[in-house]
């Protein structure tokens, strides 16, 4: 059975720092793993898709990779704004059409 | 990207009654949609898978004549809460899978519904 942590659980951090949550999942045999967003009281809001074949994927002060075969990716935010606050989710697929499985979630802060 | 709703963003009901959550695929045909449940500070539980025009598959210790799921076309998925408990109160999420080839793993979010159960 699939498992994902994510590491810290909660995060607080100065505005303008770079920073780095993980994932890490326990099965290294996934279809492609996602990086969300959410918000208080809000749903999911997808932030980067990286298949199994890709080692990272960018958008924007974003940057998501993956290495497989240790069951890691981390999400690297830079210049971080305090619009950023928010709870990231990391999520892995199995194989093609299976379920996600989800992690717990890091809260992030960024103060002004 | 795609959008999905949900109705209502937000219900208050009494103990025993029932309560209906739709959800909405806005711009595609989405063949299959999930239910999610989120307890405070914590992760996304999926609850059941739904195809269009076929019976939800749920996922084990979740009761499905307690949850019940119904799939009827493309762009919407109703979830019903029957017989609500204070246990129920949660926040439900859907998520609607766009069957585009190439993009036929990416899953679209709802914003989901606060269940009270008084």
């Known amino acids: 059975k699939q498992e994902v942590t994510q590491i810290p659980a909660a995060l607080s951090v100065p505005e303008g720092e770079n920073l780095v949550l993980n994932c890490s999942f326990t099965?290294?045999?996934?279809?492609?793993l996602q990086w969300f967003r959410q918000d208080p009281g809000k749903g999911l809001t997808s932030l980067l898709l990286?298949?199994?074949?890709?080692r990272e994927q960018t958008s924007g002060r974003l940057n998501a990779s993956l290495d497989k075969s240790s069951g890691r990716s981390t999400l690297y935010i830079a210049a971080s704004q305090p619009g950023d606050s928010a709870t990231y989710l990391c999520?892995?697929?199995?194989?093609?059409?299976?379920?996600?499985?989800f992690g717990e979630g890091t809260q992030l802060t960024v103060n002004p | 990207g795609a959008v999905v709703s949900q109705h209502p963003s937000w219900v208050i009901c009494k103990s025993g009654t029932s309560v209906k959550i739709e959800c909405r695929s806005l711009?595609?045909?989405?063949?299959?949609m999930f239910w999610y449940r989120q307890f405070p500070k914590q992760s996304l539980m999926l609850m059941a898978t739904?195809?269009?025009?076929?019976?939800?598959?749920?996922e084990q210790g979740v009761e499905k004549d307690k949850f019940l799921i119904n799939h009827a076309s493309l762009t919407l998925s109703t979830l019903t809460v029957t017989s609500a408990h204070p246990e129920d109160s949660s926040f439900y999420i859907c998520?609607?899978?766009?069957?585009?080839?190439?993009?036929?793993?990416?899953?679209?979010f709802g914003p989901g519904t606060r269940l009270t159960v008084l």
């Open positions: 998520s609607a899978r766009d069957p585009v080839p190439g993009l036929a793993n990416t899953q679209y």
């Open positions: 099965d290294s045999a996934i279809y492609n």
């Open positions: 990286i298949q199994s074949s890709q």
């Open positions: 999520a892995v697929r199995g194989t093609s059409g299976s379920r996600l499985t």
């Open positions: 711009d595609f045909q989405a063949t299959t």
């Open positions: 739904s195809n269009e025009g076929s019976k939800a598959t749920y």
